[in-house]
């Protein structure tokens, strides 16, 4: 549900015409701070993401466009340490849901909270990739609940 709502107002950031602006989504202004949230917005207005999968610096969710990929570089790459196995579940993990969320979801229901934007394309793997790695990056897990720690990418940045 927390996916989908932040896809929500994402795409509320494209107003009619196409226009995009961060002023259309009461959220919209921190949205826009969100590392990839200009490929999301290029997506939804039918163009191509920019950002080239970057194995060197990318989370290994974005090491290719297909989940399979991914998951082959990600065994590859973390090969002897923890990570080998995890990152590869974790992308599969990722793959599901978002299937398992297309058969689930009342796609009229979501179609009219879009206003702008095109349901598949709202629901299309980079989109949904993208917003399962933004929550999940800004998630801790306490008592066996997610608690959304909006600033908690921030912990490690410097300060002049």
Same mark, same amino acid.
């Given at each position: =549900? ?8 994402v795409?509320?950031?494209?107003? %009619?015409?196409g226009?995009?602006?961060? &002023?259309? /989504?009461?959220?919209?202004p921190?949205?826009?701070?969100? +590392? ?15 950002t080239?999968?970057?194995?060197? &610096?990318? +989370? ?8 399979? /990929?991914?998951s082959?570089?990600?065994?590859t ?9 995890? =990152? +590869?579940?974790?992308?599969? %993990? ?27 394309i709202?629901l299309?793997?980079?989109?949904y990739?993208?917003?399962?790695? &933004?929550? /999940? %990056? ?7 609940q ?6 908690? /990418?921030?912990?490690?940045?410097? %300060?002049?």
């Amino acid at each position: =549900a927390l996916l989908l709502l932040l896809v929500k107002h994402v795409m509320a950031m494209v107003g %009619s015409g196409g226009a995009v602006n961060a &002023t259309n /989504d009461h959220f919209g202004p921190y949205l826009a701070l969100l +590392p990839g949230v200009d490929d999301i917005l290029r997506i939804a207005l039918g163009g191509q993401a920019l950002t080239e999968n970057n194995i060197a &610096t990318g +989370p290994p969710l974005f090491w290719a466009d297909a989940p399979q /990929d991914a998951s082959a570089l990600a065994r590859t790459r973390l090969q002897g340490s923890a990570l080998a196995n995890a =990152a +590869p579940a974790y992308i599969s %993990s990722i793959w599901h849901n978002h299937n398992i969320t297309l058969q689930r979801i009342d796609r009229g229901a979501f179609k009219n909270v879009l206003a702008n934007v095109d349901v598949d394309i709202a629901l299309s793997w980079p989109v949904y990739r993208w917003a399962a790695q &933004t929550l /999940d %990056s800004r998630s801790i897990w306490w008592k066996g609940q997610r608690h959304l720690v909006p600033m908690l /990418d921030l912990v490690n940045a410097v %300060s002049d």
